[in-house]
T-cell receptor, first 114, second 112 residues
Framework: KAGVTQTPRYLIKTRGQQVTLSCSPISGHRSVSWYQQTPGQGLQFLFEYFSETQRNKGNFPGRFSGRQFSNSRSEMNVSTLELGDSALYLC?????????????FGPGTRLTVT | LAKTTQPISMDSYEGQEVNITCSHNNIATNDYITWYQQFPSQGPRFIIQGYKTKVTNEVASLFIPADRKSSTLSLPRVSLSDTAVYYCLVGDMNTGFQKLVFGTGTRLLVSP
């Protein structure tokens, strides 16, 4: 069974631009979560989607948004990029509705903002 | 969500058993304890999860005392490939949706 895939793997953008990252969960998984990882803040939860509905959101500004499609694929968007948005963005998928179900992480998208 | 405290780093040698302890003094009745492993430039990988006593799988054991205020991840006979960051997470696994709260983790370095 294929794992979680994220595209692109690497991205370089300039301040003020916007970016869209994509995540394809493991087949059959209905939940997709997004995390941001930086050396200073560690791994931080962004948001989580289940059956196309955002159920949980972390403490990030409104520039960070996401959505989930009917096939469970998810995208996250960051508008008006800032230097501090440089990070590894991780997507995780899970079959179940609660956190008791194991989450499977993708390899991440490394975003560099210059 | 219960806060967790782990050692920042640990060193070991190949073939040794490694025990990483995590403190979670304000763990709630419905909280489970989960450990993830992360290699550089990769997403975290689930290792083990437990509620109380001892849980064992093919890669690790998890020891949880009766008061559940701490837990210990045990890695038997580590190899160089076990060098990674290990995260202890505590949260309500029945109603807490999929939000995982990661702490700073423990950076384990295994040397030859």
């Amino acid at each position: 069974k294929a794992g979680v895939t994220q595209t692109p793997r690497y991205l370089i953008k300039t301040r003020g631009q916007q970016v869209t990252l994509s995540c394809s969960p493991i087949s059959g998984h209905r939940s997709v979560s997004w995390y941001q990882q930086t050396p200073g803040q560690g791994l931080q939860f962004l948001f989580e989607y289940f059956s196309e509905t955002q159920r949980n959101k972390g403490n990030f500004p409104g520039r960070f948004s996401g959505r989930q499609f009917s096939n469970s694929r998810s995208e996250m968007n960051v508008s008006t990029l800032e230097l501090g948005d440089s990070a590894l963005y991780l997507c995780a998928s899970s079959w179940g509705e609660t956190a008791s179900y194991e989450q499977y992480f993708g390899p991440g998208t490394r975003l560099t903002v210059t | 969500l219960a806060k967790t405290t782990q050692p920042i780093s640990m060193d070991s040698y190949e073939g040794q058993e490694v025990n990483i302890t995590c403190s979670h003094n304000n763990i709630a009745t419905n909280d489970y304890i989960t450990w993830y492993q992360q290699f550089p430039s990769q997403g975290p990988r689930f290792i083990i999860q437990g509620y109380k006593t001892k849980v064992t799988n093919e890669v690790a054991s998890l020891f949880i005392p009766a008061d559940r205020k701490s837990s210990t991840l045990s890695l038997p006979r580590v190899s160089l490939s076990d060098t990674a960051v290990y995260y202890c997470l505590v949260g309500d696994m029945n109603t807490g949706f999929q939000k995982l709260v990661f702490g700073t983790g423990t950076r384990l370095l295994v040397s030859p």
